[in-house]
């Protein structure tokens, strides 16, 4: 699982390079101005809440409390619902504004990496819901808690990328790029050739 | 029972068809690898004849020069994705396990999805040729040569298809060896005991675990430029760079090329001591030169890129990573020939292979790192030098240790001996045959002939060594005839190879060839990193064991080649979409749903069969 979550920051790690590499080369149509701040903040909490409900849902599996594992392995996969609702949300705002991934560049790199970080979560919530249901069936038991264990690993991952995403991405973008961090990524872009 | 809730009984026959398309034993899908690479390696092959046809005389008009961007498209890429990359899987799946005292990999079923989606995804690409659109932007890709403006067929999309679906199986069986590696191993095989061809697919499953995400990016990010008129890498204009793909594939495609030639390293590697019955001279340098080469290899992507004019800084601190990245591979080799140095040394065909490797790779090495010197690479960019020298690195390197790999362990994996009279027909046939190809190739690019060329004018002096180039490639043919009928006629009628025909010192020459389906009757206890031949350490293994006493392996099971094929027709689906988008949808969607479907099979499905369980005890 490490080597997988491993492989998977190279994975987001390539997405938010590139849209850092063409930020502000969007030539027309909305960009950053149209992050919503506010709204995202509220769902990055529900985010980091689940997180919470996850560390306690295991607390629970592995003391042998089922009735507490099953809430809160519930609660995570309800709040990480609540959190792609959040972002259908957000899509749906950005296309009536008129930013879709055809539209700029701003939105191609920006909707494609919030898009594959959506479908993580997504995942989780598939496997959050297995899990859920085979502690009634006897699959998942107090002897092998490493199951829910590893999923937990998996779900503070999307979590943490998810903050930087929120760092990087929404509150660098939407409060004007202090100006150092712009130059540092244009400078480095610059040397590889870009921008 | 779990068994009734799948829709098929689970297929417990040993053999027939069925077994093999639903096996999950490491050996199996090894030998799968083995042949299915093979088959791609005369596919290729057959791309490269008629393109050395093609320039085998001054304006030749054999092929049109759309046909010729074709053939060297599909050539290199069936080379890398579909031999190279596959040859070495099949010696990890074959090899690993047996080396370390395990009895299957980590995850079996993960194991055989890994080679089902690599099969069907080079289906899938090839079939393009079978639709009018064989993919003709080179094996690169560069934008914007695969923009919609410019590739108006489907070929681009069969290549990015193609190439991500076998790009999932690949991620999912580096994952599947890293875990294979580091927790599977028997008591006693400590890191520092494992034979270098284990640690050497330790590297490599780590760097495809972190060389393929940049990939898989790159190729979804082309594949939105392309179906959903996204912009990426195109219109200058919008604020995109055609840059960016190059940075994409190449910050993959450098440490790619160590993903192709560690594997025949660590051949080498074990194949050497063997043949000069000794140690292999300093194997903790060997093995911390390949850790080196596996993180330097990830710095060093710009130099495939120093004439895009980047500037002075990037080109510097390229420069001297490439030069860097030249020392522990000089390591190495130095390495290898003090194993040599006062060994016993024995010329059997594996040897020579090794030796070949050796000299080959060592000249394709010597031609790499000139290009570190960015003024003689602004020279050379472009040229048959550069194709001269990937082929030494390639074919020298990894094709030549591939090989040596193929006849050291063909006793193993069938029980019988190869021929050692044909088998060093081949070797020369083999080895005459690539110098002759190759060697002139140097000398042509010097003097100006460009790559990707269909054809040039009489006046330019090309033509006689493009005479010997064509004719070397011909020995080439024949070598490869030779050895087909080398391995049919052992199938057939080889002398049976016994236990340890070599008198080799690693774990897998202590059990029968070919192995029993468990490997180990009992798991060895390994104190030695050369267990055969350390009489204090040495592992005797028990025969056979009784039929009712054999350890309980994981079923066969379905679900991994449902799923992969669920996952291909997806992507194919999305080629059907652009031209019937009802169609195309309904293709998606029923092939979403059997993945999923797949995907619970699977997950449900308990590892060995229960009704097959209870009739075992």
Known sequence: MWAFLGSDVLFFGTLIATHLVYRGQSVSGPTEGILDIPVTSLSTFVLLMSSLAMVLALSGLQRGKMGEARFWLAATALLGSVFVGFQMYEFAEFANEGLTPRTNLFGSTFLIMTGFHGTHVVIGIF????????????????????????????????????????????????????????????????????? | MAANTSILRRPLAPTGIWAWMTTVD?????????????????????????????????????????????????????????????????????????????????????????????????????????????????????????????????????????????????????????????????????????????????????LIIFAFPPLTIALTFLLFDRFFDTNFFVDIGAGSDPLLWQHLFWIFGHPEVYILILPAMGIVSDVLPTFTRKPLFGYTMVVFAGVVIGFLGFGV??????????????????????????????????????????????????????????SMFMLGGLSGVMH?????????????????????????GAIFGLTSGIYYWFPKISGKMLSEPIGKLHFWLMFIGFNLTFMPMHILGVIGMPRRIYTYAEDMGFEPLNQIVSGGSLIIALAIVVFTFNIAR???????????????????????????????????????????????????????????????????SYWPIMLAFAITMVA??????????????????????????????????????????????
């Open chain 1, 127 to 195: 496997w959050l819901w297995s899990l859920f249901f085979s502690t009634f069936n006897g699959k998942i038991h107090q002897g092998n808690s490493l199951e829910v264990e590893i999923a937990g690993l998996y779900w503070h991952f999307v979590d943490i990328v998810w903050i930087v995403i929120f760092g990087v991405v929404y509150l660098v973008g939407a409060y004007g790029a202090e100006e150092h961090v712009h130059e540092a990524t244009h400078s480095a872009a610059a040397i590889f050739g870009l921008g």
């Open chain 2, 26 to 206: 490491h050996k199996r899908i090894g030998i799968l690898y083995g042949v299915t690479a093979f088959f791609f390696f005369m596919l290729g092959g057959m791309e490269a004849l008629i393109m050395r046809a093609q320039l085998a005389s001054a304006e030749s008009t054999l092929v049109s020069a759309a046909t010729f961007n074709a053939l060297f498209t599909m050539h290199g890429t069936t080379m890398v994705f579909m031999v190279v990359m596959p040859s070495g899987a099949a010696f990890f799946n074959f090899l690993v396990p047996l080396m370390i005292g395990a009895r299957d990999v980590a995850f079996p079923r993960l194991n055989a999805f890994s080679y089902w989606l690599f099969l069907f995804g080079a289906i899938l690409m090839n079939f393009s040729f079978f639709m009018n659109a064989f993919p003709d932007m080179g094996w690169f890709g560069y934008a914007p040569l695969t923009s919609n403006e410019f590739s108006i067929s489907n070929s681009t999309d069969y290549w990015v298809l193609g190439l991500l679906v076998m790009g999932i199986g690949t991620t999912a069986a580096g994952f599947n060896f890293v875990v294979t590696i580091l927790n599977m191993r028997a008591p006693g095989m400590t890191l520092m005991r494992m034979p270098v061809f284990v640690w050497m697919t330790l590297i490599v499953a780590f």
């Open chain 2, 301 to 358: 992507w710009v130099h495939h890129m120093f004439v895009t004019g980047l500037g002075p800084w990037a080109n510097a601190a390229f420069a001297a990573t490439t030069m860097a990245i030249a020392v522990p591979t000089g390591v190495k080799i130095f390495n290898w020939l003090a194993t040599l140095y006062g060994g016993s040394i024995i010329f059997k065909t594996p040897m020579l292979f090794a030796l070949g490797f050796l």
């Open chain 2, 372 to 396: 570190a010197v960015t003024a003689v690479d602004s020279q050379q960019s472009d040229t048959y030098f550069i194709v001269a020298h990937f082929h030494y690195v390639l074919f020298g």
């Open chain 2, 490 to 556: 052992s199938v057939r009628q080889g002398e049976p190879a016994g236990d340890n025909p070599w008198g080799a010192p690693t774990l897998e020459w202590s059990i029968p060839s070919p192995p029993h389906h468990y490997n180990f009757p009992v798991i060895p206890t390994v104190r030695s990193q050369y267990p055969l031949w350390d009489e204090n350490a040495n592992v005797v293994l028990p025969p056979a064991l009784p039929a009712h006493n054999e350890p309980i392996m994981p079923d066969p």
């Open chain 2, 572 to 617: 194919g689906g999305l080629i059907i979409w652009q031209g019937h988008a009802i169609a195309g949808l309904t293709v998606i969607s029923s092939m979403g749903l059997l993945g999923m479907r797949s995907i619970f099979g699977w997950v449900l499905e308990p590892m060995e069969d229960e009704a097959h369980v209870s009739a075992h005890h």
